[in-house]
């Protein structure tokens, strides 16, 4: 993901609306992405995961989506939830070394 | 519960005092990473050991010491630290092996070095 300095983007989004969360990543030989959600007062939380085999993948409510030509990622959650207001961090991890680097984050917040 | 457990959750402490932040995960985990996530940067990777031995040390002050007695406990010595050093202070476990997978953190430790 790609730094965006002091200020985080923020998303508001209606009760029952479908959110879409967008990153770009940098590194064109990653091969393994991860969705997190850091709520206040706790540490990021792991919501779903891609390998660069694959263009989609889907969970509980949640799709990730990647398109590697133009190095983005994304984060679709359907029928957005008050509970799903918090942080939402993409991270990559490269072809080799130990290194998860991740993304500045995106505010999500859920208006009832 | 997160399955990996950071205490304490909050510390403060003075520019020459000596403290330790303590990590254990339940997880059966084999890597262990140190993280700083502060306001005005994404979460930043400090250390990280597998196998309890180091592999990654991102160019970090000699004042941030990590240790990793075993593959279930990773401790963060603290010592002469500055102001700038307060932020949230993140353990994460994850399985090792042929395919990447993802990291599991704990809650943090909130530190404000005064």
């Known amino acids: 993901g790609e730094s965006v300095g002091l200020h985080l983007p923020t998303l508001s989004v209606q009760e029952g609306d479908n959110s879409i969360i967008n990153c770009a990543y940098s590194?064109?030989?990653?091969?393994?992405f991860i969705w997190y959600k850091q709520e206040s007062g706790k540490g990021p939380q792991f919501i779903i995961d891609i390998r660069s085999n694959m263009d989609k993948r889907q969970g509980q409510r949640v799709t990730v989506l990647l398109n590697k030509t133009v190095k983005h990622l994304s984060l679709q959650i359907a029928a957005t939830q008050p509970g799903d207001s918090a942080v939402y961090f993409c991270?990559?991890?490269?072809?080799?070394?130990?290194?998860?680097?991740f993304g500045a984050g995106t505010i999500l917040r859920v208006k009832s | 519960e997160t399955g990996v457990t950071q205490t304490p959750r909050h510390l403060v402490m003075g520019m020459t005092n000596k403290k330790s932040l303590k990590c254990e995960q339940h997880?059966?985990?084999?890597?262990m990473y140190w993280y700083k996530q502060s306001a005005k940067k994404p979460l930043e990777l400090m250390f990280v050991?597998?196998?309890?031995?180091?592999?990654e040390n991102n160019s970090v002050p000699s004042r941030f010491s990590p240790e990793c007695p075993n593959s279930s406990h990773l401790f963060l010595h603290l010592h002469t630290l500055q102001p700038e050093d307060s932020a949230l202070y993140l353990c994460a476990s994850s399985a090792t092996g042929t395919y990447k997978s993802p990291l599991h953190f704990g809650n943090g430790t909130r530190l404000t070095v005064t």
């Open positions: 050991y597998s196998l309890e031995e180091r592999v």
């Open positions: 997880l059966g985990h084999n890597a």
């Open positions: 590194n064109s030989a990653s091969d393994y």
């Open positions: 991270a990559e991890w490269g072809e080799y070394g130990n290194k998860l680097v």
